[in-house]
């Protein structure tokens, strides 16, 4: 089979969940024997990273490529450039403008793209197309529809829905849908209605488009289709590597040092100001915070988080840390916390605790509540309350061995394997054609 | 000393002679009218530096005043005997202190005094002012008393006020120069006081006048010139100005004149500007009406582009759209054309075929007439013998020995049957007293044996047990926490079946983390009524034992040393008490939660009796596992759809391979068929036990809809040893099995002349290349190199180097076949370069329909994979040497074969 996925950043750029999933997905089919291929949106910052290979077109013999920081590119179309390259043995087609759109980012249309599109699909010929998150890439999906080839979706957070992707007010409160855009006019009056109807139209076009619809999370699933009630939507659970995972069995006893684990990047909406804010203010001296990832963006936001814990010892920014070391980190804390202030739809860190036998500390939003039952696999707080945190914390502080019996819930269940997705994909992949041949 | 004696401090302003002397000045030529005893006159003297002619009445007063006089003039002075002396003197300053109000005639004197004067000189006079406020009052009041000083001085005789004192200075032909004064005057409240004793009460303005110089004053001094001379002095300062005042004159007239000539000026710019400002406020309605124009149309503007670009979308669709419709009529018509020709061809087949039937009925005709025949002649003697044995039957001693058959044939039977009811009986008294078995539970849930009145305990022992019906209340839970992770999501219509129980049976040795996992995922299986585990474990040193009983498995024990593939499978097999059996290896994972179900469905719904089903790899699968797997079904014909197996019509080595095919990774069968065929042999019993299968007429079947998820990722070390047991074993198991000919003279040298090339490949031919690079590349380097190694020459061996593809195990292997080794130089004749060139165009088939290009990662696996080729072939190799040479010659390669097929 040859499978094509679209999305919207990849590697060596981004490397969050969605991402992840792709390259895992991509990585599994090709060992299968499948072709596969990426096309996504990238912006070419990491030119002059040396890990990866790039080929300056369609036609390459040995002789004419190099090794990385070439500066050749296609230009396909006035506005576009088009290039690929290998990354970790996939192959990645990646595009980008010389100017702009302005609805870059939440827009499903793209003039520029139209021929590119067209001509990748009637080049490649893929038997199916998996689409990983449709941001930026609207016009593949249309080129797909008229050259009548079948693809399914994944949907991993909320854009679809909602142009800011994670369901916030402006007022930073949780919203529960665009309600066909009367939501949107209430609390987020800075879009024009009629950008978002429109959206809302795209939206179910993409989706009524799809041989398939999958959600890792029930409770993302239930959202859309809240919203819309005629997709039916499946769910796939993600799965983690178990060739990483190192089971975390220590036993507890009263007056055990903890220590707190965040995992994850440093935005806004992930709430890690909040854990830090908290954890200052508990004063113990067996207990520690370590804080796993990167600056996002938002620098001023960097800069206060490292303010809030300059005067505190107890606090450790340890850097961002490689699929490879999760295990080994996981086996070295005692508790993870994912504190999160929307609608977290699928916490990769969420799972490779509970894969390694970490009990977690959630809010109560999203699809944190449902995998994290309060006093049964972890402790869930009210979504954005810092002493509703304080106090889980607290009485974890107080007598560390409720966690034991935590960690014998969590050894009932478990996490499926990253094989077992694909085994399921494949399986989408299969009937997606089959569905179309007959 | 004179009565008018006063001590002078010329500092002192409200003093009289002190102003006076001020205003005298320096280096003067003074007459001092009146000097008394030259008390003034002195200081003028002394402290002025000037010359004083005094005059004086008194004879006393100006004998003292000498002192300080150039002269002093006795007598009267308005006797006038000083003007005579005087005249012409043309003094600088006449001081008249208090002196005029003494005199009779005091112009004339002053008029006198002109004379005696210079041209530029001046007179000071000070006098007491009669208006002063205090006389005033006093006089209201009817009181004018002289005194002996002051202003009522007993011997003044005239009285002056402001007004008459300038009055008669001027009259007396002198000019005002400035008047100055001394003051003295009353408050405010003695002045209201006062008047009230008339009963006059003052207004603001009766206290204004007393206010004024003329009555606050005490004394007046005033300072007049000559007259003449001011006029002198006045007319020549008007001459010398005169030119000046013409000449301003003028100049005012010309600015007036330029001033007027400008304001009109100015006032025709205010008008001309006032017409612009209107014509811009035009001009600029015009500008604004415009612009507006100018908007209007760019909106239209951008309108139609839109429109444009919205037409040229639906255009450029209709475009695609008919080329996709052209090119799926070009498709159609060539499929049409294709189909055809085949039906033409198939045609002609079939014809052929037809041909051949007619040709076999007819030829089937003839051997039917025949063996007619034959029967017809086997009927006749038929025919005899039953004719003997109707007479056997009915002889006498037939009939006599009938009741001993009828023991003979019945007595197993009954023995069986005896047997079944003692053992019956004691498992009924057994159970019973133990008390494990609730009656109660057992009726509930089997409403069968309720209708039946049959004991329960009786129909457990009987027939529940093997059903797989529940004795109790023991059985685990199969509820789920509602938190629980979806594996997968649900396939629709999974039907429990009440016989389909599954017994799991697992050989384990340290099965490590992914034990864990396999336990889980078949824990939470659907679909099955009843799942029992059985882990028959050969020394873990890990955790497995207690993780198999934390999930409720049954375990059994067995010494390391009596493990074999088979042995520990078959014993597994007797404790299971499922319909069915699974057998599987502890590196697997369930694919999905129906998986089992859909196998045994499967097994069910066809009519093989045991079934096994494709791999479907683990995330760290290595490259050369990935090739073999495929390759191995590509050959078998096992790469697509589900396949039923049976016995082959041609009994070759490869047909039967085929047909044979069950794998121990993930076997299913019925427990019945098992019992009576049960697994033999070290190695390959899967194999073993499916070729025993389809001899006996049974079906296998073979799955792709559903697989199992299991890889291997193992250093070259295990692979050299797989791929020896493989062969030796296949050739136990299928004796037409061709054993290429290896043979012991020059192997040795094969493997390290090969291990030579494989390495340069890799260190130098491989690590050369420019990535990324095509498959095609890849593919040419590596058959280039191969290639010039077959017409190359044995070249003595140097050194293995050191490369992390290797591991110690199979280093360490190699060091012993490499020590010790001879060669001589002659052209390459063995076999592995050629084995290896095999495995590599096959490699290069796989590589090209994955991959479009080749970067450092996939080079890396296959750098990894080549060495494990290597390994293998190698393996493979020395098993068939082995195989073929006779047993005297066989001690070297012995040693090797052994120390390899241990732990396998």
Same mark, same amino acid.
Not at chain 1, 44 to 67: H, K
Not at chain 1, 211 to 230: C, G, Q
Not at chain 2, 321 to 333: A, D, I, S
Not at chain 2, 398 to 424: D, V
């Given at each position: 089979?040859?499978?094509?996925?679209?999305?919207?950043?990849?590697?060596?750029?981004?490397?969050?969940?969605?991402?992840?999933?792709?390259?895992?997905?991509?990585?599994?089919?090709?060992?299968?024997?499948?072709?596969?291929?990426?096309?996504?949106?990238?912006?070419?910052?990491?030119?002059?990273?040396?890990?990866?290979?790039?080929?300056?077109?369609?036609?390459?013999?040995g002789s004419d490529t190099t090794r990385s920081n070439t500066t050749g590119s296609d230009t396909a179309g006035e506005n576009l450039f088009v290039r690929e390259f290998l990354y970790k043995g996939i192959p990645v087609t990646a595009f980008n403008y010389k100017k702009l759109p302005e609805d870059l980012n939440y827009?499903?249309?793209?003039?520029?793209?139209?021929?590119?599109?067209?001509?990748?699909?009637?080049?490649?010929?893929?038997?199916?197309?998996?689409?990983?998150?449709?941001?930026?890439?609207?016009?593949?999906?249309?080129?797909?529809?008229?050259?009548?080839?079948?693809?399914?979706?994944?949907?991993?957070?909320?854009?679809?829905?909602?142009?800011?992707?994670?369901?916030?007010?402006?007022?930073?409160?949780?919203?529960?849908?665009?309600?066909?855009?009367?939501?949107?006019?209430?609390?987020?009056?800075?879009?024009?209605?009629?950008?978002?109807?429109?959206?809302?139209?795209?939206?179910?076009?993409?989706?009524?488009?799809?041989?398939?619809?999958?959600?890792?999370?029930?409770?993302?699933?239930?959202?859309?289709?809240?919203?819309?009630?005629?997709?039916?939507?499946?769910?796939?659970?993600?799965?983690?590597?178990?060739?990483?995972?190192?089971?975390?069995? +220590? !036993?507890?006893?009263?007056?055990?040092?903890? @220590? $707190?684990?965040? =995992?994850?990047?440093?935005?806004?909406? &992930?709430? %890690?100001?909040?854990?830090?804010?908290?954890?200052?203010?508990?004063?113990?001296?067996?207990?520690?915070?370590?804080?796993?990832?990167?600056?996002?963006?938002?620098?001023?936001?960097?800069?206060?988080?490292?303010?809030?814990?300059?005067?505190?010892?107890?606090?450790?920014?340890?850097?961002?840390?490689?699929?490879?070391?999760?295990?080994?980190?996981?086996?070295?804390?005692?508790?993870?916390?994912?504190?999160?202030?929307?609608?977290?739809?699928?916490?990769?860190?969420?799972?490779?605790?509970?894969?390694?036998?970490?009990?977690?500390?959630?809010?109560?939003?999203?699809?944190?509540?449902? +995998? !994290?039952?309060?006093?049964?696999?972890?402790? @869930? $707080?009210?979504? =954005?309350?810092?002493?509703?945190?304080? &106090?889980? %914390?607290?009485a974890i502080i107080d007598d560390p061995q409720i966690l034991n019996s935590l960690k014998e819930n969590i050894k009932n269940h478990m996490i499926p394997a990253i094989e077992q997705e694909a085994y399921a994909y494949e399986r989408e992949y299969k009937r997606a054609v089959l569905s179309c041949v007959s | 000393m004179?009565?008018?004696?006063?001590?002078?401090?010329?500092?002192?302003?409200?003093?009289?002679?002190?102003?006076?002397?001020?205003?005298?000045?320096?280096?003067?030529?003074?007459?001092?009218?009146?000097?008394?005893?030259?008390?003034?006159?002195?200081?003028?003297?002394?402290?002025?530096?000037?010359?004083?002619?005094?005059?004086?009445?008194?004879?006393?007063?100006?004998?003292?005043?000498?002192?300080?006089?150039?002269?002093?003039?006795?007598?009267?002075?308005?006797?006038?005997?000083?003007?005579?002396?005087?005249?012409?003197?043309?003094?600088?300053?006449?001081?008249?202190?208090?002196?005029?109000?003494?005199?009779?005639?005091?112009?004339?004197?002053?008029?006198?005094?002109?004379?005696?004067?210079?041209?530029?000189?001046?007179?000071?006079?000070?006098?007491?002012?009669?208006?002063?406020?205090?006389?005033?009052?006093?006089?209201?009041?009817?009181?004018?008393?002289?005194?002996?000083?002051?202003?009522?001085?007993?011997?003044?005789?005239?009285?002056?006020?402001?007004?008459?004192?300038?009055?008669?200075?001027?009259?007396?032909?002198?000019?005002?120069?400035?008047?100055?004064?001394?003051?003295?005057?009353?408050?405010?409240?003695?002045?209201?006081?006062?008047?009230?004793?008339?009963?006059?009460?003052?207004?603001?303005?009766?206290?204004?006048?007393?206010?004024?110089?003329?009555?606050?004053?005490?004394?007046?001094?005033?300072?007049?010139?000559?007259?003449?001379?001011?006029?002198?002095?006045?007319?020549?300062?008007?001459?010398?100005?005169?030119?000046?005042?013409?000449?301003?004159?003028?100049?005012?007239?010309?600015?007036?004149?330029?001033?007027?000539?400008?304001?009109?000026?100015?006032?025709?710019?205010?008008?001309?500007?006032?017409?612009?400002?209107?014509?811009?406020?035009?001009?600029?309605?015009?500008?604004?009406?415009?612009?507006?124009?100018?908007?209007?149309?760019?909106?239209?503007?951008?309108?139609?582009?839109?429109?444009?670009?919205?037409?040229?979308?639906?255009?450029?669709?209709?475009?695609?759209?008919?080329?996709?419709?052209?090119?799926?009529?070009?498709?159609?018509?060539?499929?049409?054309?294709?189909?055809?020709?085949?039906?033409?061809?198939?045609?002609?087949?079939?014809?052929?075929?037809?041909?051949?039937?007619?040709?076999?009925?007819?030829?089937?005709?003839?051997?039917?007439?025949?063996?007619?025949?034959?029967?017809?002649?086997?009927?006749?003697?038929?025919?005899?013998?039953?004719?003997?044995?109707?007479?056997?039957?009915?002889?006498?001693?037939?009939?006599?020995?009938?009741?001993?058959?009828?023991?003979?044939?019945?007595?197993?039977?009954?023995?069986?049957?005896?047997?079944?009811?003692?053992?019956?009986?004691?498992?009924?008294?057994?159970?019973?007293?133990?008390?494990?078995?609730?009656?109660?539970?057992?009726?509930?849930?089997?409403?069968?044996?309720?209708?039946?009145?049959?004991?329960?305990?009786?129909?457990?022992?009987?027939?529940?047990?093997?059903?797989?019906?529940?004795?109790?209340?023991?059985?685990?839970?199969?509820?789920?926490?509602?938190?629980?992770?979806?594996?997968?999501?649900?396939?629709?219509?999974?039907?429990?079946?009440?016989?389909?129980?599954?017994?799991?049976?697992i050989p384990t040795l340290n099965g490590g983390k992914d034990f864990f996992s396999l336990l889980h995922s078949f824990k939470r299986q659907k679909g099955i009524k009843k799942i029992e585990m059985i882990v028959v474990d050969s020394g873990s040193a890990d955790n497995t034992l207690a993780l198999a009983k934390d999930?409720?498995?049954?375990?059994?024990?067995?010494?390391?040393?009596?493990?074999?593939?088979?042995?520990?499978?078959?014993?597994?097999?007797?404790?299971?008490?499922?319909?069915?059996?699974?057998?599987?290896?502890?590196?697997?994972?369930?694919?999905?939660?129906?998986?089992?179900?859909?196998?045994?469905?499967?097994?069910?719904?066809?009519?093989?009796?045991?079934?096994?089903?494709?791999?479907?790899?683990?995330?760290?699968?290595?490259?050369?596992?990935?090739?073999?797997?495929?390759?191995?079904?590509?050959?078998?014909?096992?790469?697509?759809?589900?396949?039923?197996?049976?016995?082959?019509?041609?009994?070759?080595?490869?047909?039967?391979?085929?047909?044979?095919?069950?794998?121990?990774?993930?076997?299913?069968?019925?427990?019945?068929?098992?019992?009576?065929?049960?697994?033999?042999?070290?190695?390959?019993?899967?194999?073993?036990?499916?070729?025993?299968?389809?001899?006996?007429?049974?079906?296998?079947?073979?799955?792709?809809?559903?697989?199992?998820?299991?890889?291997?990722?193992?250093?070259?070390?295990?692979?050299?040893?797989?791929?020896?047991?493989?062969?030796?074993?296949?050739?136990?198991?299928?004796?037409?099995?061709?054993?290429?000919?290896?043979?012991?003279?020059?192997?040795?040298?094969?493997?390290?002349?090969?291990?030579?090339?494989?390495?340069?490949?890799?260190?130098?031919?491989?690590?050369?290349?420019?990535?990324?690079?095509?498959?095609?590349?890849?593919?040419?380097?590596?058959?280039?190199?191969?290639?010039?190694?077959?017409?190359?020459?044995?070249?003595?061996?140097?050194?293995?180097?050191?490369?992390?593809?290797?591991?110690?195990?199979?280093?360490?292997?190699?060091?012993?076949?490499?020590?010790?080794?001879?060669?001589?130089?002659?052209?390459?004749?063995?076999?592995?370069?050629?084995?290896?060139?095999?495995?590599?165009?096959?490699?290069?088939?796989?590589?090209?329909?994955?991959?479009?290009?080749?970067?450092?990662?996939?080079?890396?696996?296959?750098?990894?994979?080549?060495?494990?080729?290597?390994?293998?072939?190698?393996?493979?190799?020395?098993?068939?040497?082995?195989?073929?040479?006779?047993?005297?010659?066989?001690?070297?390669?012995?040693?090797?074969?052994?120390?390899?097929?241990?732990?396998?």
């Amino acid at each position: 089979m040859k499978v094509i996925y679209i999305i919207h950043q990849f590697y060596p750029e981004y490397y969050t969940g969605t991402e992840k999933f792709v390259l895992s997905i991509a990585n599994m089919m090709q060992r299968l024997g499948n072709r596969v291929r990426v096309i996504t949106y990238s912006s070419y910052d990491y030119l002059s990273d040396t890990d990866i290979s790039v080929t300056t077109g369609p036609d390459t013999t040995g002789s004419d490529t190099t090794r990385s920081n070439t500066t050749g590119s296609d230009t396909a179309g006035e506005n576009l450039f088009v290039r690929e390259f290998l990354y970790k043995g996939i192959p990645v087609t990646a595009f980008n403008y010389k100017k702009l759109p302005e609805d870059l980012n939440y827009g499903f249309t793209s003039p520029d793209l139209v021929k590119a599109a067209y001509d990748f699909f009637k080049k490649e010929k893929p038997d199916i197309v998996h689409v990983g998150h449709p941001m930026r890439t609207g016009e593949l999906i249309k080129a797909l529809k008229l050259q009548g080839i079948p693809y399914i979706i994944t949907l991993t957070d909320f854009w679809l829905l909602c142009p800011k992707h994670i369901l916030l007010t402006a007022s930073e409160n949780l919203c529960s849908g665009p309600e066909k855009g009367k939501a949107c006019k209430k609390f987020c009056p800075e879009f024009p209605g009629g950008m978002i109807s429109q959206r809302i139209k795209s939206a179910k076009d993409v989706l009524a488009g799809a041989k398939r619809v999958l959600s890792p999370s029930r409770f993302l699933a239930d959202i859309f289709k809240k919203e819309f009630k005629d997709i039916n939507i499946e769910i796939i659970n993600h799965g983690i590597s178990y060739g990483r995972i190192e089971k975390n069995s +220590k !036993i507890y006893k009263k007056d055990d040092s903890l @220590t $707190f684990f965040y =995992g994850g990047s440093f935005n806004r909406f &992930k709430g %890690l100001h909040l854990l830090i804010d908290v954890f200052t203010k508990i004063s113990s001296d067996r207990i520690f915070l370590k804080i796993y990832g990167s600056g996002g963006a938002d620098k001023e936001y960097n800069l206060l988080l490292k303010k809030m814990a300059e005067n505190d010892a107890r606090v450790q920014f340890c850097g961002v840390f490689s699929e490879d070391q999760v295990g080994r980190i996981l086996k070295s804390v005692d508790v993870a916390v994912v504190p999160s202030l929307w609608y977290e739809n699928y916490p990769l860190v969420l799972h490779e605790a509970l894969a390694c036998n970490v009990p977690v500390i959630t809010s109560d939003a999203g699809g944190m509540a449902e +995998k !994290i039952k309060n006093g049964v696999n972890g402790f @869930t $707080f009210q979504v =954005g309350s810092a002493d509703h945190l304080k &106090k889980v %914390l607290e009485a974890i502080i107080d007598d560390p061995q409720i966690l034991n019996s935590l960690k014998e819930n969590i050894k009932n269940h478990m996490i499926p394997a990253i094989e077992q997705e694909a085994y399921a994909y494949e399986r989408e992949y299969k009937r997606a054609v089959l569905s179309c041949v007959s | 000393m004179s009565k008018y004696f006063q001590k002078i401090d010329l500092n002192e302003t409200s003093s009289v002679p002190a102003k006076i002397i001020n205003l005298v000045g320096k280096d003067k030529r003074v007459v001092e009218f009146g000097c008394a005893s030259g008390y003034m006159s002195k200081v003028l003297k002394e402290k002025c530096n000037c010359e004083v002619i005094g005059l004086e009445i008194n004879k006393e007063d100006a004998k003292i005043a000498e002192a300080f006089c150039k002269k002093v003039i006795t007598g009267d002075i308005e006797d006038l005997k000083w003007h005579k002396e005087l005249e012409g003197s043309n003094l600088d300053v006449a001081v008249f202190a208090d002196i005029l109000e003494h005199l009779k005639f005091p112009e004339a004197v002053l008029r006198k005094t002109k004379d005696i004067l210079d041209k530029d000189g001046y007179i000071l006079v000070s006098v007491p002012n009669i208006a002063n406020i205090s006389i005033r009052l006093e006089l209201l009041l009817g009181s004018f008393e002289y005194e002996k000083l002051g202003i009522l001085d007993n011997t003044h005789l005239k009285y002056f006020t402001l007004k008459s004192i300038v009055n008669l200075i001027e009259t007396a032909g002198f000019y005002v120069d400035s008047v100055d004064y001394v003051v003295k005057d009353l408050s405010v409240s003695i002045i209201k006081e006062t008047l009230k004793l008339l009963d006059l009460t003052p207004t603001g303005k009766t206290i204004n006048s007393f206010n004024k110089i003329d009555a606050t004053a005490y004394q007046f001094i005033v300072k007049a010139f000559n007259q003449k001379q001011k006029q002198k002095v006045v007319e020549k300062v008007f001459n010398e100005q005169i030119p000046h005042i013409y000449s301003i004159d003028r100049q005012i007239a010309d600015f007036k004149h330029k001033r007027s000539e400008r304001e009109k000026h100015i006032k025709n710019l205010e008008d001309d500007r006032i017409e612009r400002e209107k014509h811009i406020k035009n001009l600029e309605k015009i500008r604004a009406e415009y612009v507006q124009h100018v908007e209007n149309l760019e909106k239209e503007r951008a309108e139609r582009k839109r429109h444009i670009n919205n037409l040229e979308k639906v255009r450029f669709e209709y475009a695609q759209h008919v080329e996709n419709l052209e090119h799926e009529r070009v498709e159609r018509e060539k499929y049409i054309h294709q189909e055809c020709e085949n039906f033409a061809v198939e045609k002609k087949l079939r014809e052929k075929i037809i041909k051949g039937h007619e040709e076999e009925i007819s030829c089937l005709q003839a051997g039917l007439a025949e063996k007619r025949e034959q029967s017809e002649l086997l009927k006749r003697q038929l025919d005899g013998k039953e004719v003997i044995l109707e007479k056997l039957l009915n002889s006498k001693s037939w009939k006599l020995t009938a009741p001993l058959r009828w023991l003979l044939l019945n007595s197993r039977k009954l023995e069986q049957k005896l047997k079944a009811f003692c053992f019956l009986s004691l498992q009924y008294l057994k159970i019973k007293k133990s008390g494990l078995f609730d009656a109660e539970y057992y009726l509930k849930h089997n409403s069968d044996v309720a209708e039946s009145g049959m004991n329960p305990l009786a129909h457990y022992i009987k027939f529940g047990a093997k059903e797989g019906r529940l004795a109790g209340r023991s059985a685990q839970s199969i509820i789920e926490p509602e938190y629980a992770e979806k594996v997968f999501y649900p396939e629709r219509g999974a039907q429990i079946a009440e016989n389909d129980t599954v017994s799991v049976i697992i050989p384990t040795l340290n099965g490590g983390k992914d034990f864990f996992s396999l336990l889980h995922s078949f824990k939470r299986q659907k679909g099955i009524k009843k799942i029992e585990m059985i882990v028959v474990d050969s020394g873990s040193a890990d955790n497995t034992l207690a993780l198999a009983k934390d999930f409720g498995a049954e375990t059994v024990t067995i010494p390391s040393e009596k493990f074999s593939h088979s042995f520990a499978r078959n014993i597994g097999a007797e404790r299971a008490s499922g319909r069915y059996l699974l057998f599987v290896t502890q590196d697997i994972l369930p694919s999905s939660d129906f998986w089992l179900y859909e196998m045994l469905r499967a097994l069910k719904n066809s009519d093989a009796v045991a079934v096994s089903c494709a791999e479907f790899f683990r995330e760290d699968v290595d490259l050369f596992y990935r090739i073999s797997s495929w390759n191995h079904h590509r050959i078998m014909g096992f790469d697509n759809g589900d396949r039923i197996l049976s016995m082959p019509e041609s009994e070759s080595y490869l047909e039967l391979r085929k047909n044979a095919q069950l794998s121990d990774i993930a076997c299913l069968v019925s427990n019945e068929i098992f019992k009576k065929y049960k697994f033999r042999n070290d190695y390959a019993e899967d194999l073993d036990f499916g070729l025993r299968l389809i001899k006996d007429g049974y079906k296998l079947a073979f799955l792709n809809s559903t697989k199992i998820i299991h890889s291997h990722n193992r250093p070259p070390y295990y692979y050299l040893k797989r791929a020896l047991v493989d062969n030796l074993t296949l050739k136990k198991i299928f004796p037409e099995f061709q054993v290429p000919f290896v043979g012991t003279d020059g192997f040795a040298g094969d493997i390290v002349f090969t291990f030579d090339i494989v390495s340069r490949l890799v260190r130098e031919d491989l690590n050369s290349l420019v990535l990324p690079c095509t498959t095609e590349t890849l593919i040419d380097t590596v058959d280039k190199r191969l290639k010039s190694a077959l017409l190359s020459s044995y070249t003595p061996f140097k050194r293995m180097y050191d490369c992390n593809y290797i591991d110690s195990d199979f280093r360490t292997f190699l060091k012993n076949i490499f020590t010790g080794l001879q060669v001589g130089k002659k052209g390459y004749d063995g076999i592995l370069v050629h084995a290896m060139r095999g495995f590599m165009q096959i490699a290069g088939h796989y590589i090209d329909n994955s991959y479009d290009l080749i970067d450092e990662h996939i080079l890396e696996e296959f750098n990894a994979c080549i060495y494990k080729a290597y390994a293998y072939q190698l393996g493979a190799h020395l098993a068939y040497c082995y195989l073929v040479t006779p047993a005297s010659k066989r001690q070297k390669i012995e040693k090797f074969v052994n120390e390899l097929t241990i732990g396998i």
